[in-house]
Protein backbone atom coordinates (compact mmCIF):
# COMPACT_ATOMS: atom_id res chain seq x y z
CA UNK A 1 0.00 0.00 0.00
CA UNK A 2 1.40 3.19 -1.04
CA UNK A 3 0.07 6.91 0.34
CA UNK A 4 1.16 10.00 -1.27
CA UNK A 5 1.57 13.79 -0.26
CA UNK A 6 -1.40 14.93 -1.77
CA UNK A 7 -4.01 12.14 -0.40
CA UNK A 8 -2.01 13.10 3.21
CA UNK A 9 -2.63 16.58 2.45
CA UNK A 10 -6.49 15.74 1.26
CA UNK A 11 -6.99 13.44 5.02
CA UNK A 12 -5.49 16.49 6.79
CA UNK A 13 -7.36 18.72 5.24
CA UNK A 14 -10.82 16.83 5.74
CA UNK A 15 -9.95 16.49 9.55
CA UNK A 16 -8.71 20.28 10.09
CA UNK A 17 -12.29 21.03 8.02
CA UNK A 18 -14.05 18.18 10.30
CA UNK A 19 -12.67 19.82 13.57
CA UNK A 20 -13.78 23.43 12.34
CA UNK A 21 -17.38 22.07 11.03
CA UNK A 22 -16.89 20.75 15.78
CA UNK A 23 -16.03 23.42 16.77
CA UNK A 24 -18.62 25.97 15.37
CA UNK A 25 -21.15 23.51 16.10
CA UNK A 26 -20.42 24.52 20.08
CA UNK A 27 -20.20 27.77 19.19
CA UNK A 28 -23.82 28.15 18.37
CA UNK A 29 -24.64 25.95 20.80
CA UNK A 30 -22.78 27.60 24.02
CA UNK A 31 -21.31 30.86 22.50
CA UNK A 32 -18.01 29.58 23.10
CA UNK A 33 -15.98 30.75 20.67
CA UNK A 34 -12.63 28.40 20.08
CA UNK A 35 -10.58 27.90 16.94
CA UNK A 36 -8.65 25.08 15.57
CA UNK A 37 -5.35 26.13 15.65
CA UNK A 38 -3.76 23.18 14.58
CA UNK A 39 -4.79 19.69 12.62
CA UNK A 40 -2.07 17.24 12.39
CA UNK A 41 -1.66 13.59 10.71
CA UNK A 42 0.47 11.48 12.31
CA UNK A 43 2.52 8.25 12.64
CA UNK A 44 3.37 7.30 16.41
CA UNK A 45 4.32 4.51 18.15
CA UNK A 46 1.37 2.86 19.94
CA UNK A 47 2.56 3.90 23.60
CA UNK A 48 3.69 7.26 22.81
CA UNK A 49 0.31 8.30 21.46
CA UNK A 50 -1.12 11.72 23.96
CA UNK A 51 2.12 12.58 25.29
CA UNK A 52 1.03 16.10 24.87
CA UNK A 53 -1.65 15.43 27.78
CA UNK A 54 1.00 14.71 30.20
CA UNK A 55 -0.69 13.89 33.32
CA UNK A 56 -3.85 16.84 33.22
CA UNK A 57 -7.21 15.55 34.37
CA UNK A 58 -9.36 15.48 31.41
CA UNK A 59 -13.55 14.65 30.43
CA UNK A 60 -14.75 14.09 27.42
CA UNK A 61 -16.83 11.73 25.24
CA UNK A 62 -15.54 8.64 23.46
CA UNK A 63 -17.19 6.52 20.71
CA UNK A 64 -16.31 4.03 18.23
CA UNK A 65 -17.24 4.00 14.04
CA UNK A 66 -17.14 1.87 11.43
CA UNK A 67 -17.79 1.78 7.95
CA UNK A 68 -15.84 3.13 5.52
CA UNK A 69 -13.63 3.82 8.51
CA UNK A 70 -13.37 2.00 11.28
CA UNK A 71 -11.93 2.91 14.89
CA UNK A 72 -12.43 4.82 17.93
CA UNK A 73 -12.79 9.04 18.71
CA UNK A 74 -12.71 11.12 21.31
CA UNK A 75 -12.99 14.85 22.32
CA UNK A 76 -11.71 15.80 25.53
CA UNK A 77 -11.92 18.53 27.22
CA UNK A 78 -9.53 19.70 30.46
CA UNK A 79 -11.21 19.39 33.94
CA UNK A 80 -11.72 23.21 34.61
CA UNK A 81 -12.71 23.88 31.39
CA UNK A 82 -15.76 21.03 31.02
CA UNK A 83 -16.72 23.01 34.20
CA UNK A 84 -17.02 26.27 32.28
CA UNK A 85 -18.90 24.63 29.62
CA UNK A 86 -21.02 23.20 31.59
CA UNK A 87 -21.51 26.70 33.44
CA UNK A 88 -22.06 28.23 30.21
CA UNK A 89 -25.26 26.10 28.92
CA UNK A 90 -26.39 25.37 32.35
CA UNK A 91 -25.98 28.22 35.26
CA UNK A 92 -23.79 28.42 38.04
CA UNK A 93 -25.54 26.00 39.92
CA UNK A 94 -25.02 22.66 37.45
CA UNK A 95 -24.20 19.64 39.51
CA UNK A 96 -21.75 16.94 37.69
CA UNK A 97 -24.68 14.80 36.86
CA UNK A 98 -25.79 17.53 34.53
CA UNK A 99 -22.02 18.78 33.47
CA UNK A 100 -21.32 14.98 32.61
CA UNK A 101 -24.55 15.13 30.39
CA UNK A 102 -23.83 18.75 28.81
CA UNK A 103 -20.06 17.48 28.02
CA UNK A 104 -21.88 14.54 26.38
CA UNK A 105 -24.06 16.67 24.69
CA UNK A 106 -22.04 19.04 23.07
CA UNK A 107 -19.51 16.24 22.42
CA UNK A 108 -21.92 14.75 20.49
CA UNK A 109 -23.02 17.21 18.66
CA UNK A 110 -19.41 18.34 17.58
CA UNK A 111 -18.48 14.87 16.86
CA UNK A 112 -21.43 13.91 14.47
CA UNK A 113 -20.30 17.42 12.49
CA UNK A 114 -16.85 15.72 12.47
CA UNK A 115 -17.78 12.51 11.16
CA UNK A 116 -20.23 13.73 8.52
CA UNK A 117 -17.84 15.31 6.88
CA UNK A 118 -15.61 12.45 6.58
CA UNK A 119 -18.76 10.53 5.26
CA UNK A 120 -19.65 13.55 2.59
CA UNK A 121 -16.01 13.46 1.28
CA UNK A 122 -15.65 9.47 1.24
CA UNK A 123 -19.15 9.54 -0.38
CA UNK A 124 -19.55 6.40 2.20
CA UNK A 125 -21.24 5.31 5.40
CA UNK A 126 -19.80 5.74 8.34
CA UNK A 127 -21.84 4.39 11.28
CA UNK A 128 -21.14 5.50 15.24
CA UNK A 129 -21.89 4.39 18.40
CA UNK A 130 -23.49 6.51 21.03
CA UNK A 131 -21.18 8.61 23.19
CA UNK A 132 -19.76 7.97 26.45
CA UNK A 133 -19.06 10.05 29.00
CA UNK A 134 -15.25 9.73 29.61
CA UNK A 135 -12.52 10.87 32.41
CA UNK A 136 -9.11 10.16 33.68
CA UNK A 137 -5.64 11.93 33.33
CA UNK A 138 -3.31 12.04 30.78
CA UNK A 139 -2.80 9.47 27.80
CA UNK A 140 -5.17 7.11 30.30
CA UNK A 141 -8.35 9.24 28.82
CA UNK A 142 -7.75 7.62 25.22
CA UNK A 143 -8.36 4.42 23.99
CA UNK A 144 -6.50 1.29 23.54
CA UNK A 145 -5.75 0.58 20.13
CA UNK A 146 -7.00 -2.39 18.34
CA UNK A 147 -3.84 -2.51 16.05
CA UNK A 148 -1.71 -5.07 14.59
CA UNK A 149 0.76 -2.83 13.92
CA UNK A 150 3.62 -1.01 16.77
CA UNK A 151 2.84 1.94 14.64
CA UNK A 152 -0.77 4.27 14.26
CA UNK A 153 -2.43 6.93 12.29
CA UNK A 154 -3.77 9.05 14.22
CA UNK A 155 -5.54 13.16 13.49
CA UNK A 156 -5.09 15.20 16.09
CA UNK A 157 -6.57 18.53 16.57
CA UNK A 158 -5.63 21.41 18.63
CA UNK A 159 -8.46 24.16 19.52
CA UNK A 160 -7.83 26.85 21.30
CA UNK A 161 -10.55 28.31 23.30
CA UNK A 162 -11.25 32.58 22.92
CA UNK A 163 -7.44 33.82 22.81
CA UNK A 164 -7.17 31.69 26.26
CA UNK A 165 -3.71 30.06 26.80
CA UNK A 166 -5.97 26.26 27.10
CA UNK A 167 -6.36 23.54 24.54
CA UNK A 168 -8.89 20.63 23.90
CA UNK A 169 -7.80 18.10 21.44
CA UNK A 170 -9.91 15.82 19.00
CA UNK A 171 -7.95 12.67 18.01
CA UNK A 172 -9.80 10.78 15.75
CA UNK A 173 -7.62 6.93 15.54
CA UNK A 174 -8.98 4.75 12.37
CA UNK A 175 -7.54 1.29 12.48
CA UNK A 176 -4.64 1.23 10.87
CA UNK A 177 -5.21 -1.22 7.41
CA UNK A 178 -8.72 0.53 6.34
CA UNK A 179 -7.21 3.83 6.44
CA UNK A 180 -4.23 2.41 4.66
CA UNK A 181 -6.09 1.57 1.71
CA UNK A 182 -8.21 4.07 1.72
CA UNK A 183 -5.36 6.25 1.56
CA UNK A 184 -3.73 4.72 -1.21
CA UNK A 185 -7.60 4.41 -2.69
CA UNK A 186 -7.12 8.50 -3.03
CA UNK A 187 -3.96 8.73 -4.13
CA UNK A 188 -3.53 10.77 -7.30
CA UNK A 189 0.19 10.91 -7.95
CA UNK A 190 1.09 7.03 -7.88
CA UNK A 191 4.66 7.92 -9.20
CA UNK A 192 5.42 10.17 -5.63
CA UNK A 193 3.91 7.50 -3.45
CA UNK A 194 5.46 6.23 -0.41
CA UNK A 195 4.57 2.64 0.45
CA UNK A 196 3.16 2.85 3.57
CA UNK A 197 5.49 0.41 5.61
CA UNK A 198 8.75 2.54 4.77
CA UNK A 199 7.22 5.78 6.25
CA UNK A 200 6.68 3.44 9.65
CA UNK A 201 10.31 2.09 9.06
CA UNK A 202 11.64 5.39 8.64
CA UNK A 203 9.70 6.21 11.91
CA UNK A 204 11.90 3.27 13.85
CA UNK A 205 14.79 4.37 12.43
CA UNK A 206 14.58 8.12 13.55
CA UNK A 207 13.49 6.25 17.18
CA UNK A 208 17.15 4.90 16.97
CA UNK A 209 18.33 7.73 16.01
CA UNK A 210 16.95 9.70 18.75
CA UNK A 211 18.34 6.77 21.22
CA UNK A 212 21.93 6.69 19.74
CA UNK A 213 21.46 10.45 20.89
CA UNK A 214 20.39 9.77 24.44
CA UNK A 215 23.29 7.55 24.96
CA UNK A 216 25.70 10.42 23.56
CA UNK A 217 23.77 12.40 26.34
CA UNK A 218 24.41 10.12 28.54
CA UNK A 219 28.18 9.27 27.83
CA UNK A 220 29.38 12.98 28.10
CA UNK A 221 26.77 13.33 31.27
CA UNK A 222 27.08 10.09 32.94
CA UNK A 223 22.70 11.10 33.25
CA UNK A 224 20.58 8.49 32.27
CA UNK A 225 19.04 9.72 29.14
CA UNK A 226 15.97 7.65 27.16
CA UNK A 227 14.61 8.71 24.05
CA UNK A 228 10.70 8.85 24.86
CA UNK A 229 8.97 9.53 21.39
CA UNK A 230 9.15 9.60 18.08
CA UNK A 231 6.92 10.76 15.10
CA UNK A 232 5.93 11.70 12.12
CA UNK A 233 3.44 14.05 11.31
CA UNK A 234 2.39 15.98 7.92
CA UNK A 235 1.11 19.33 7.70
CA UNK A 236 1.08 22.55 5.31
CA UNK A 237 4.01 24.49 5.52
CA UNK A 238 2.54 27.53 7.06
CA UNK A 239 1.27 24.88 10.08
CA UNK A 240 4.43 23.62 11.28
CA UNK A 241 5.29 26.50 12.96
CA UNK A 242 2.38 26.27 14.86
CA UNK A 243 3.28 23.05 16.63
CA UNK A 244 5.58 24.81 18.56
CA UNK A 245 3.96 26.83 21.62
CA UNK A 246 5.43 30.95 21.72
CA UNK A 247 7.62 29.94 25.33
CA UNK A 248 11.49 30.45 25.22
CA UNK A 249 13.63 27.55 24.08
CA UNK A 250 17.00 27.41 24.14
CA UNK A 251 18.96 25.06 21.89
CA UNK A 252 21.07 24.33 18.65
CA UNK A 253 19.98 24.49 14.48
CA UNK A 254 21.94 22.95 12.26
CA UNK A 255 21.03 22.54 8.49
CA UNK A 256 21.97 19.07 7.05
CA UNK A 257 22.99 18.01 3.54
CA UNK A 258 23.14 14.92 2.15
CA UNK A 259 19.79 12.19 1.53
CA UNK A 260 17.57 14.16 2.55
CA UNK A 261 18.62 17.53 3.12
CA UNK A 262 16.94 19.86 5.77
CA UNK A 263 17.11 21.22 9.54
CA UNK A 264 17.26 19.72 12.99
CA UNK A 265 16.41 21.45 15.94
CA UNK A 266 17.85 20.20 19.71
CA UNK A 267 15.70 22.77 21.90
CA UNK A 268 15.36 22.88 25.70
CA UNK A 269 13.02 24.55 27.83
CA UNK A 270 14.90 27.16 30.03
CA UNK A 271 14.76 25.09 33.03
CA UNK A 272 15.66 21.92 31.30
CA UNK A 273 18.92 23.77 29.41
CA UNK A 274 19.68 25.27 33.04
CA UNK A 275 19.67 21.79 34.82
CA UNK A 276 20.96 19.80 31.89
CA UNK A 277 23.92 22.70 31.71
CA UNK A 278 24.66 22.07 35.47
CA UNK A 279 24.81 18.89 35.43
CA UNK A 280 27.38 19.21 32.42
CA UNK A 281 29.67 21.55 34.34
CA UNK A 282 32.72 20.84 36.40
CA UNK A 283 32.14 23.64 38.79
CA UNK A 284 28.49 24.30 40.46
CA UNK A 285 26.90 27.40 39.35
CA UNK A 286 25.66 29.96 41.70
CA UNK A 287 23.27 31.70 40.03
CA UNK A 288 19.68 29.56 38.88
CA UNK A 289 19.87 32.48 35.52
CA UNK A 290 21.08 31.86 32.14
CA UNK A 291 24.53 32.87 31.16
CA UNK A 292 26.68 32.23 28.51
CA UNK A 293 28.71 29.44 30.51
CA UNK A 294 25.67 27.47 30.16
CA UNK A 295 24.88 28.26 26.77
CA UNK A 296 28.48 26.87 25.51
CA UNK A 297 27.33 23.88 27.46
CA UNK A 298 24.16 24.21 25.51
CA UNK A 299 25.91 24.44 22.27
CA UNK A 300 27.87 21.70 22.88
CA UNK A 301 25.30 18.91 23.79
CA UNK A 302 23.64 20.12 20.79
CA UNK A 303 26.23 19.33 18.66
CA UNK A 304 26.33 15.91 20.44
CA UNK A 305 23.34 14.98 20.14
CA UNK A 306 22.93 16.48 16.46
CA UNK A 307 25.83 13.84 15.52
CA UNK A 308 24.35 10.88 16.99
CA UNK A 309 20.69 11.39 15.44
CA UNK A 310 22.04 11.87 11.89
CA UNK A 311 24.65 9.06 12.42
CA UNK A 312 21.62 7.11 13.71
CA UNK A 313 20.57 8.15 10.05
CA UNK A 314 23.25 8.07 7.73
CA UNK A 315 23.84 4.47 8.78
CA UNK A 316 20.42 3.24 7.95
CA UNK A 317 20.31 5.07 4.50
CA UNK A 318 23.86 3.87 4.04
CA UNK A 319 24.97 7.55 2.89
CA UNK A 320 26.77 10.31 5.08
CA UNK A 321 24.95 13.08 5.89
CA UNK A 322 27.26 16.43 6.91
CA UNK A 323 25.66 19.16 8.69
CA UNK A 324 26.68 22.91 9.66
CA UNK A 325 28.03 23.45 12.94
CA UNK A 326 25.25 24.20 15.59
CA UNK A 327 23.94 27.65 15.94
CA UNK A 328 22.83 28.29 19.16
CA UNK A 329 19.06 29.53 19.64
CA UNK A 330 17.22 31.30 22.87
CA UNK A 331 13.86 32.60 21.32
CA UNK A 332 10.44 31.72 20.77
CA UNK A 333 9.77 28.05 19.86
CA UNK A 334 7.53 29.13 17.08
CA UNK A 335 9.83 32.19 16.19
CA UNK A 336 12.93 29.39 15.76
CA UNK A 337 11.08 27.28 13.26
CA UNK A 338 9.41 30.21 11.54
CA UNK A 339 12.47 30.87 9.04
CA UNK A 340 13.09 27.06 8.80
CA UNK A 341 9.86 26.54 7.56
CA UNK A 342 9.95 29.54 5.31
CA UNK A 343 13.19 28.38 4.35
CA UNK A 344 11.53 25.21 2.77
CA UNK A 345 8.41 26.99 2.05
CA UNK A 346 9.92 28.50 -0.81
CA UNK A 347 10.04 25.06 -2.75
CA UNK A 348 7.17 22.83 -1.18
CA UNK A 349 3.71 23.55 0.47
CA UNK A 350 3.79 21.04 2.78
CA UNK A 351 6.24 19.08 5.28
CA UNK A 352 7.17 16.11 7.12
CA UNK A 353 7.84 17.02 11.05
CA UNK A 354 10.15 14.35 12.71
CA UNK A 355 9.80 14.93 16.66
CA UNK A 356 11.62 13.06 19.17
CA UNK A 357 11.54 13.60 23.18
CA UNK A 358 14.37 12.80 25.46
CA UNK A 359 14.01 12.74 29.23
CA UNK A 360 15.66 11.24 32.57
CA UNK A 361 14.21 9.75 35.41
CA UNK A 362 17.04 11.77 37.33
CA UNK A 363 16.53 15.33 36.25
CA UNK A 364 13.94 17.44 35.35
CA UNK A 365 15.05 17.64 31.79
CA UNK A 366 13.53 17.31 28.52
CA UNK A 367 14.80 17.84 25.05
CA UNK A 368 12.97 18.01 21.31
CA UNK A 369 14.64 16.82 18.79
CA UNK A 370 12.55 17.95 15.84
CA UNK A 371 13.95 17.06 12.01
CA UNK A 372 12.18 18.98 9.15
CA UNK A 373 13.44 17.37 5.99
CA UNK A 374 12.83 18.72 2.41
CA UNK A 375 9.79 16.55 1.55
CA UNK A 376 11.15 15.52 -2.13
CA UNK A 377 14.78 14.15 -0.41
CA UNK A 378 12.39 12.27 2.12
CA UNK A 379 10.22 10.71 -0.44
CA UNK A 380 13.51 9.86 -2.74
CA UNK A 381 15.13 8.55 0.30
CA UNK A 382 12.19 6.80 1.80
CA UNK A 383 11.68 5.06 -1.64
CA UNK A 384 15.29 3.57 -1.46
CA UNK A 385 15.45 2.82 2.27
CA UNK A 386 15.60 -0.98 2.69
CA UNK A 387 13.13 -1.96 5.81
CA UNK A 388 15.39 -4.41 7.38
CA UNK A 389 18.20 -2.34 7.62
CA UNK A 390 15.92 0.28 10.15
CA UNK A 391 17.96 -1.07 13.23
CA UNK A 392 21.13 -1.02 12.19
CA UNK A 393 21.63 2.37 13.89
CA UNK A 394 24.76 1.36 16.37
CA UNK A 395 27.02 4.07 15.64
CA UNK A 396 30.10 3.82 16.95
CA UNK A 397 30.12 6.13 19.60
CA UNK A 398 34.08 6.30 19.18
CA UNK A 399 33.65 7.95 15.99
CA UNK A 400 31.43 10.74 17.03
CA UNK A 401 34.20 11.83 20.06
CA UNK B 1 -31.62 27.15 34.87
CA UNK B 2 -29.79 29.22 32.27
CA UNK B 3 -31.86 28.26 28.95
CA UNK B 4 -30.61 27.91 26.13
CA UNK B 5 -31.89 30.03 23.20
CA UNK B 6 -29.78 29.35 20.48
CA UNK B 7 -28.49 33.39 20.71
CA UNK B 8 -24.71 33.42 21.14
CA UNK B 9 -23.80 35.50 24.17
CA UNK B 10 -22.19 38.99 23.59
CA UNK B 11 -17.92 38.54 23.70
CA UNK B 12 -16.77 40.49 26.55
CA UNK B 13 -14.98 44.09 25.21
CA UNK B 14 -11.99 44.51 24.07
CA UNK B 15 -12.46 41.04 22.06
CA UNK B 16 -9.27 40.07 20.93
CA UNK B 17 -8.41 38.25 17.70
CA UNK B 18 -5.77 35.92 17.39
CA UNK B 19 -3.85 35.93 13.56
CA UNK B 20 -1.63 32.74 12.86
CA UNK B 21 0.42 32.32 10.33
CA UNK B 22 -1.09 32.84 6.60
CA UNK B 23 -3.83 34.31 8.71
CA UNK B 24 -5.39 37.57 8.61
CA UNK B 25 -8.46 39.55 10.73
CA UNK B 26 -10.14 42.39 10.13
CA UNK B 27 -12.28 44.46 12.73
CA UNK B 28 -14.84 47.42 12.86
CA UNK B 29 -15.69 47.59 16.47
CA UNK B 30 -11.73 47.92 17.98
CA UNK B 31 -10.81 43.92 18.90
CA UNK B 32 -7.35 43.57 19.77
CA UNK B 33 -5.57 41.89 16.80
CA UNK B 34 -2.61 39.43 17.75
CA UNK B 35 0.05 37.08 16.46
CA UNK B 36 3.05 35.36 17.34
CA UNK B 37 6.31 33.87 16.66
CA UNK B 38 7.59 36.50 14.20
CA UNK B 39 10.69 34.66 12.89
CA UNK B 40 11.12 36.07 9.17
CA UNK B 41 7.53 36.28 8.92
CA UNK B 42 6.13 39.83 8.86
CA UNK B 43 3.34 40.92 10.41
CA UNK B 44 1.52 44.02 8.97
CA UNK B 45 -1.03 46.32 10.78
CA UNK B 46 -3.09 48.38 8.60
CA UNK B 47 -5.44 50.98 10.32
CA UNK B 48 -8.29 53.80 8.58
CA UNK B 49 -7.38 56.74 10.76
CA UNK B 50 -10.76 57.90 9.58
CA UNK B 51 -13.28 55.00 10.29
CA UNK B 52 -10.82 53.34 12.72
CA UNK B 53 -11.36 49.70 10.82
CA UNK B 54 -8.26 47.97 11.54
CA UNK B 55 -6.53 44.70 10.12
CA UNK B 56 -3.39 42.44 10.58
CA UNK B 57 -2.36 39.82 8.19
CA UNK B 58 1.08 37.30 9.40
CA UNK B 59 2.74 36.60 5.77
CA UNK B 60 5.54 33.77 5.51
CA UNK B 61 7.03 34.21 1.70
CA UNK B 62 7.86 37.07 -0.14
CA UNK B 63 5.71 36.12 -3.53
CA UNK B 64 2.61 33.77 -4.70
CA UNK B 65 4.22 33.89 -7.63
CA UNK B 66 6.60 31.58 -6.52
CA UNK B 67 4.35 29.03 -5.44
CA UNK B 68 0.88 29.00 -6.49
CA UNK B 69 -0.91 27.36 -3.78
CA UNK B 70 -4.42 29.41 -2.89
CA UNK B 71 -3.25 30.62 0.06
CA UNK B 72 -2.84 34.46 -0.30
CA UNK B 73 -2.19 35.40 3.02
CA UNK B 74 0.76 33.23 3.03
CA UNK B 75 2.35 35.91 1.08
CA UNK B 76 3.76 39.77 1.70
CA UNK B 77 2.35 40.69 -2.41
CA UNK B 78 -1.30 38.77 -2.52
CA UNK B 79 -1.71 39.12 1.48
CA UNK B 80 -1.52 42.62 2.19
CA UNK B 81 -3.94 42.69 -1.44
CA UNK B 82 -6.02 40.89 0.36
CA UNK B 83 -5.88 42.43 3.50
CA UNK B 84 -6.61 46.12 1.86
CA UNK B 85 -9.70 44.27 -0.16
CA UNK B 86 -11.39 42.81 3.13
CA UNK B 87 -11.16 46.26 5.03
CA UNK B 88 -12.24 47.71 2.08
CA UNK B 89 -14.92 45.42 2.22
CA UNK B 90 -16.10 46.58 5.44
CA UNK B 91 -16.18 50.59 4.89
CA UNK B 92 -12.57 51.32 5.30
CA UNK B 93 -10.85 53.53 2.24
CA UNK B 94 -7.72 52.89 1.09
CA UNK B 95 -6.72 56.81 0.69
CA UNK B 96 -6.62 57.04 4.61
CA UNK B 97 -5.04 53.55 5.28
CA UNK B 98 -1.67 53.68 7.75
CA UNK B 99 0.52 50.63 8.23
CA UNK B 100 2.92 49.92 11.21
CA UNK B 101 5.05 46.75 10.14
CA UNK B 102 7.19 44.51 12.11
CA UNK B 103 8.97 41.38 11.93
CA UNK B 104 11.18 39.67 9.00
CA UNK B 105 14.12 39.22 11.24
CA UNK B 106 17.65 37.21 9.95
CA UNK B 107 17.73 34.65 12.70
CA UNK B 108 18.59 31.18 11.19
CA UNK B 109 18.88 31.61 7.55
CA UNK B 110 20.76 29.24 6.12
CA UNK B 111 20.61 30.17 2.84
CA UNK B 112 23.67 31.09 0.56
CA UNK B 113 21.19 33.98 -1.34
CA UNK B 114 22.11 37.99 -0.69
CA UNK B 115 18.99 38.31 1.00
CA UNK B 116 17.85 36.71 3.61
CA UNK B 117 13.64 35.72 3.32
CA UNK B 118 13.05 38.40 6.52
CA UNK B 119 14.68 41.02 4.37
CA UNK B 120 12.96 39.67 0.84
CA UNK B 121 9.74 39.67 3.30
CA UNK B 122 9.78 43.25 4.50
CA UNK B 123 10.37 44.31 1.32
CA UNK B 124 7.93 43.39 -0.82
CA UNK B 125 5.29 44.25 2.26
CA UNK B 126 6.95 47.96 1.61
CA UNK B 127 6.80 47.47 -2.51
CA UNK B 128 3.30 46.59 -2.15
CA UNK B 129 1.64 49.01 -0.09
CA UNK B 130 3.50 51.75 -1.35
CA UNK B 131 1.82 50.65 -4.88
CA UNK B 132 -1.59 51.55 -3.13
CA UNK B 133 0.19 54.98 -1.45
CA UNK B 134 0.27 53.37 2.47
CA UNK B 135 2.52 55.03 4.44
CA UNK B 136 4.36 53.22 6.67
CA UNK B 137 4.29 55.40 9.68
CA UNK B 138 5.97 52.69 12.18
CA UNK B 139 8.84 49.51 11.66
CA UNK B 140 10.44 47.38 13.67
CA UNK B 141 12.08 45.12 11.02
CA UNK B 142 15.42 42.91 10.76
CA UNK B 143 17.36 41.84 13.88
CA UNK B 144 18.27 38.26 14.82
CA UNK B 145 15.37 37.67 17.37
CA UNK B 146 11.65 36.36 16.90
CA UNK B 147 8.40 38.86 17.62
CA UNK B 148 4.89 38.37 19.07
CA UNK B 149 2.45 41.12 18.10
CA UNK B 150 -0.88 43.37 19.86
CA UNK B 151 -1.96 46.07 17.47
CA UNK B 152 -4.90 48.12 19.68
CA UNK B 153 -7.38 49.90 17.13
CA UNK B 154 -8.31 52.45 20.06
CA UNK B 155 -4.79 53.96 20.30
CA UNK B 156 -3.64 52.50 17.32
CA UNK B 157 -0.71 51.16 18.65
CA UNK B 158 1.61 48.05 17.28
CA UNK B 159 2.91 46.36 20.50
CA UNK B 160 5.91 44.05 20.15
CA UNK B 161 7.13 41.65 22.57
CA UNK B 162 10.13 39.83 21.68
CA UNK B 163 12.35 37.42 24.18
CA UNK B 164 15.15 38.81 25.36
CA UNK B 165 14.29 42.78 24.80
CA UNK B 166 12.06 45.64 26.35
CA UNK B 167 8.61 45.57 24.95
CA UNK B 168 8.24 48.57 22.16
CA UNK B 169 4.77 50.16 21.25
CA UNK B 170 4.93 51.84 17.69
Redesign the interface.
Known amino acids: MKVDVQSLDTFNQLAHEGAQAATDAM???T?I?T?V?VTRIMLVERAALGEELADHSFVGIQFGFEGALTGETVLVFEQDQSAAIAE????P??NTRMAQSSIKEVGNIMMSGFLDGWADFLTATIEHDPPTYIEGKGTAILPEMKAATDQVFVFRSTI?W??EDVSFYIYMLPEYEPLAALMAEHSLEAENAIPVEKLAAFNEMTREGARQAAANVELMSGIETTAEVSQISFAP???I??Q?S?D?YIGT?V?FTGAPSG?LLVLFDEPSAITVAEALMPVTMESGELTSQHKAAIEELGNIITSGFTDGWANVLQQSIDH?PP?V???????????????L???Q?HAFLIDSKMMTEELAFQCEITALPNEQELRTALSQLDPDRTTETQADVEDIF | MKVYDGQSTEPEAPNRLKVGIAEYEVTADEAELTTSGLGSCVGVALYDTESGISGLVHVMLPVADEMRDGKPAKFADTGVELLIAEMESIGAAVETLEAKIAGGSDMLDFSKADKSIGERNAEQVRNTLSSYDIPVVAADIGGDYGRSLLFEPTTGDLVVKSANRETQRL
Open positions: AQMGDHETLLGDAEGGIEAPKFDIVEFTRVHDMGQAIIDPLAAQGQFR
